[in-house]
Nanobody, 128 residues
Framework: QVQLVESGGGLVQAGGSLRLSCAAS????????MGWFRQAPGKEREFVAA????????YYADSVKGRFTISRDNAKNTVYLQMNSLKPEDTAVYYC?????????????????????WGQGTQVTVSS
């Protein structure tokens, strides 16, 4: 069993930055690829970023590439999403998700159905 708790969301002006954190419980965090997804009002959930179990490989949606950075600290059971140059279209609820254990660094881990645990989400609002 894995529990995921996101934090770090909030209201920020366009061009600003936020760092989301996702703290995971359980002993299997270190072997799980992790991902961030988001869902805006009236839209489907979409992939944002993912990171392999070791942290060696990362993957991004084209819409956030060059602006967002995913990272993980396996000693702290935490995955992060650094978001820079935020735009109003980044406004959404951001969800952290954990895939089943997978000792390969090769993704892209961008499909929601691949993940078996989800956090409750944290709201990010970017004002223009």
């Amino acid at each position: 069993q894995v529990q995921l708790v996101e934090s770090g969301g909030g209201l920020v002006q366009a061009g600003g930055s936020l760092r989301l954190s996702c703290a995971a419980s359980g002993r299997t965090f270190n072997s799980r690829p992790m991902g961030w997804f988001r869902q805006a009002p009236g839209k489907e959930r979409e992939f944002v970023a993912a990171i392999s179990w070791s942290g060696r490989n990362t993957y991004y949606a084209d819409s956030v590439k060059g602006r967002f950075t995913i990272s993980r600290d396996n000693a702290k059971n935490t995955v992060y999403l650094q978001m820079n140059s935020l735009k109003p279209e980044d406004t959404a609820v951001y969800y952290c998700a954990a895939r089943p254990s997978y000792y390969s660094d090769y993704g892209p881990f961008d499909q929601g159905y691949e993940y078996d645990y989800w956090g409750q989400g944290t709201q990010v609002t970017v004002s223009s």
